[in-house]
């Protein structure tokens, strides 16, 4: 599967909330930014662990809109985010970037940027 393939796969997984099939596309030592909290988790059990804890306070849906293969080797891609409360209430519906590094075929890392207006 191509990155483009991986990605799309792995947004899928998460959207399901599949996080064994998600965390299949990432690299045991993943670096899997907490953009919730802030900071950074790493590893499979860490990622586990936030999005599990995440998922208890919201309903996250991120959808790849757009891929950008950039010059060093990573992938950017648009995404559009909606976030709402468990009874459904609209918490934020934006645009980011999430970049991420891809190494022998599995996501080793991702980045969080503020999508350009």
């Known amino acids: 599967m191509?990155?483009?393939?991986?990605?799309?796969?792995?947004y899928a997984a998460f959207n399901a909330r599949n996080v064994d099939a998600a965390l299949a596309t990432m690299h045991?030592?993943?670096?899997?930014?907490n953009g919730m909290e802030g900071g950074r988790?790493?590893?499979?059990?860490?990622?586990?662990?936030?999005?599990?804890?995440?998922?208890?306070?919201?309903?996250?849906?991120?959808?790849?809109?757009?891929?950008?293969?950039?010059d060093d080797g990573r992938m950017s891609v648009d995404v559009r985010q909606v976030v709402r409360d468990h009874e459904g209430?609209?918490?934020a519906d934006q645009r980011l970037q999430h970049?991420?590094?891809?190494?022998?075929g599995r996501i080793r890392s991702m980045e969080i940027v503020e999508a350009p207006v």
């Open 2 to 10: 191509d990155d483009r393939e991986l990605l799309r796969y792995a």
């Open 41 to 70: 988790v790493l590893g499979h059990e860490a990622v586990r662990q936030y999005w599990t804890r995440q998922w208890t306070l919201i309903d996250p849906h991120v959808e790849p809109v757009d891929f950008t293969p950039l």
């Open 28 to 33: 045991p030592d993943v670096d899997w930014p």
């Open 89 to 91: 209430s609209l918490l």
């Open 99 to 104: 970049v991420y590094r891809i190494e022998d």
